[in-house]
């Protein structure tokens, strides 16, 4: 376990680097992000991607706040990835270690939300729309052109497949804390963006409905 935290402390470290200093920056992203925001004709590839941003802090709400009773509290770093992403959940990931024999930290008003059925439902619907909305009108050679001169595009991008990695984690915490073991063995979900993650929680939703 130390051994993985080390190599995601690099992974986190690095990633910061790159990020910051070795993306490319012809443009500074400011042109695509612009086009974004305004609508000004955008790529629907590059709408696609950034919208599936917003989605993936609320899955990892569902994954993490639903038993928030590891040794450091989880709320502050799903908060940090609306904004910040991968770059917010790592640290979590890193410094944290599971304990069942804690109090549910989230709130009994925000325990109901992410753990509603509803709700993971409602994002996997948005979800399939929007991937599909990406793949059918977007251009993956737009969008190739962007990911190599922007640097807000080339980070989005590596953004989202470090939160798809990420799931894999949350997956694993949050099948931890179930009373099904069968559960653990849906982690490899992760590696499917969004869907995945989504997928397996209507799965362990389903199985508590049938435990409880």
């Given amino acids: 376990m130390r051994q993985l935290k080390s190599i995601m402390l690099a992974i986190w470290l690095l990633f910061i680097v790159y990020a910051f200093f070795l993306a490319p920056i012809k443009d500074g992203g400011v042109n695509y992000l612009k ?14 991607v950034f919208s599936l941003l917003g989605v993936w802090p609320m899955v990892f709400g569902i994954l993490l706040l639903s038993k928030d009773k590891a040794t450091i509290p989880a709320w502050p770093f799903v908060l940090g990835s609306f904004a910040l992403g991968a ?3 790592f640290p979590y990931f890193i410094f944290h270690y599971e304990k069942r024999n804690r109090t549910n930290r989230t709130s009994q008003r925000l ?5 509603n059925t509803s709700f993971p439902l409602t994002l996997l619907l948005i979800t399939i729309l929007l991937m599909l ?16 001169e922007s640097r807000f ?4 991008t590596i ?4 939160l798809t990695l990420l799931s894999l ?11 099904d073991r069968s559960l653990r063995s849906y982690w490899p979900l992760g590696f499917i963006p969004l869907l995945g993650p989504l997928i ?3 799965i362990a939703g389903e199985r508590n409905m049938e435990t409880e």
Avoid at 134 to 146: I, T
Avoid at 159 to 162: G, H
Avoid at 169 to 179: D, E, K, M, V
Wanted: hydrophobic residues 50%; proline residues 3%; glycine residues 4%.
């Fill in 169 to 179: 984690l949350g997956i694993s915490h949050h099948a931890y804390y179930q009373n």
């Fill in 200 to 202: 397996y929680i209507l």
């Fill in 153 to 156: 595009v080339h980070t989005m």
């Fill in 159 to 162: 953004d989202f497949m470090m």
């Fill in 111 to 115: 325990y109901q939300i992410v753990t």
């Fill in 87 to 89: 770059f917010a959940l």
């Fill in 133 to 148: 909305y990406g793949l059918v009108y977007g251009s993956f050679l737009d969008y190739q052109q962007a990911f190599w």
């Fill in 35 to 48: 086009q974004i925001i305004t609508m000004d004709s955008p790529d629907p590839l590059l709408v696609a």
